[in-house]
């Protein structure tokens, strides 16, 4: 899979620098907009049919998304949690044989473009769409006026095929990002799992923390932009680098005074220095809530316990 960011204007996106950058793509291809947020069951369905449709009509498959999240910009006092980083919506999109995935930035500038010009424009004459595939809660372009009757309009003007794809549904619930966010929220993981069709993981780099850990017997590896996961507040059994059991906390360690939320995890079994480099991991129960203890003492002994917990899995 070829990843890029398409040129809509001077300013670089935010994240993910690295990515080639691309005015217009050379090809024709079958296309899916949208935030991917999370990749769940109901985004690997939308992705199949786009598989089928463009063998069937010899295009290229592409992924167009969006960086950094558009309710970012558009409600930032929302405060949506975003449930995959950049990176990681790119690790994930590569395992299912796509041909191309684009970025483009989301701000306030490419907030106001009209609908139609977004169709025209964008996904027709600049990343060559000849067949359009939507979901059926899809708006876009200038306050979200664009529709599926404005696409087929357009699409039958230039000369390609716009298709409204059905909700996907399992057990009774229509799978989105925003159930899945609403479980991991509560530290309902298995039920999160369900829908995701997978655990649910980030992998962030390692930073430097406070050495607190390491004082009490348990080293943690602090991880970097989890601030605003989509995680309750607590301790979690994880595996870390698909091998490695350990306990995480996610919150403000009360105990210690903390003052803005932090992943932190103690990985079973290991020793050595991680600073700087990038870990997956994956959480697999919530085991208690966050709490504040009376004493450091207090505090290894209950560790010791989450660590046991952990470890049963």
């Given amino acids: 899979m070829r990843t890029f960011f398409l040129k809509i204007s001077d300013k670089p996106c935010p994240a993910g620098g690295g990515l080639e950058t691309l005015e217009r793509l050379e090809e024709n291809t079958a296309v899916i907009v949208g935030n991917f947020d999370g990749y769940h069951l109901g985004h690997r369905y939308l992705i199949e049919r786009l598989k089928k449709r463009a063998e069937e009509k010899g295009l290229k ?39 191309y995935l684009c970025f483009i930035r989301f701000d306030r500038d490419f907030a106001k473009m009209p609908a139609r010009e977004f169709l025209e424009d964008v996904l027709f004459r600049r990343l060559g769409c000849r067949y359009l595939l939507v979901g059926y809660d ?18 039958k003007k230039l000369g390609f095929e716009v298709e409204l ?4 549904t399992l057990n009774g619930h229509v799978v989105s990002s925003t159930l899945i966010r609403r479980l991991l929220s509560e530290g309902r993981l298995k039920e999160a799992e369900t829908f995701l069709g997978r655990p649910y993981w980030v992998k962030r780099k390692v930073v430097r923390g406070e050495g607190r850990g390491s004082k009490i017997g348990f080293p943690t590896a602090n991880l970097k932009d989890t601030e605003n996961l989509c ?24 105990t210690f005074g903390g003052k803005k939320r932090v992943l932190e995890v103690h990985i079973h079994g290991f020793s050595g220095d991680l600073r700087g480099k990038v870990i997956k991991v994956e959480f697999l129960r919530f085991i208690r809530e966050e709490r504040k203890f009376g004493s450091v003492e207090e505090l290894r002994r209950q560790i010791e316990k989450d660590l046991q917990s952990a470890l049963e899995l």
């Fill in 138 to 155: 899809w708006r876009f372009g200038h306050r979200r006026e664009g529709e599926i009757e404005l696409a087929r309009e357009v699409g």
């Fill in 231 to 254: 995680l309750k507040e607590g301790v979690y059994a994880v595996r870390v680098e698909n091998r490695f059991p350990g306990v995480a906390n996610y919150g403000y360690r009360p």
């Fill in 165 to 168: 794809a059905q909700p996907f």
């Fill in 61 to 99: 498959t592409l992924i167009v998304t969006f960086c950094p999240h558009p309710l970012r910009v558009l409600a930032p006092k929302v405060g949506i949690c975003e449930l995959t980083s950049m990176e990681e919506k790119e690790e994930i999109l590569k395992e299912e044989g796509l041909d």
